[in-house]
């Protein structure tokens, strides 16, 4: 492992050490398992049926895809400058705070959807609804 020093702007040395392979991979994984989430979470908007299947396919990518992306640049962060409490507990918060924002958000917005006693269940595409069965 490599260790090199790095002039910081108040004149101090900050030592900077290459992550290693293992590290590498690791955070390479979870960032590219959450741009996937992200990924196939707005494919699924952009595909859903009606404006309430829309609000529902945030959750994946909010929940899931989101977090993944955080805990890698916690794994890439710990690979350059090893553990630091202030860095994890900042991911942690980050975490906890973007879930209870998607959890609340997906409440105000599907509050504000029958609020507006629109149908909700009309297609988006300007298409016509599925005949119902007699």
Do not use: C
Request: aromatic content about 8%; overall charge negative; glycine content about 8%.
């Amino acid at each position: 492992m490599h260790v090199s020093l790095l002039a910081a702007e108040a004149g101090e040395l900050i030592a900077f050490r290459e992550p290693s392979w293992l590290v590498a991979i690791v955070a390479s994984v979870l960032a590219l398992a959450g741009a996937v989430y992200v990924f196939v979470s707005a494919r699924a908007m952009y595909l859903a049926p009606d404006a309430l299947s829309q609000i529902n396919m945030i959750g994946p990518a909010a929940g899931v895809g989101l977090p993944l992306l955080i805990l890698s640049n916690l794994v890439y962060s710990w690979g350059e400058v090893g553990f630091e409490l202030e860095t994890f507990l900042r991911a942690i918060v980050a975490i906890f705070m973007l879930l209870i924002v998607q959890a609340v958000g997906s409440y105000i917005m599907g509050r504000a959807l029958h609020a507006t006693h629109w149908d909700h269940t009309a297609p988006l595409s300007g298409g016509e609804r599925a005949k119902e069965p007699k």
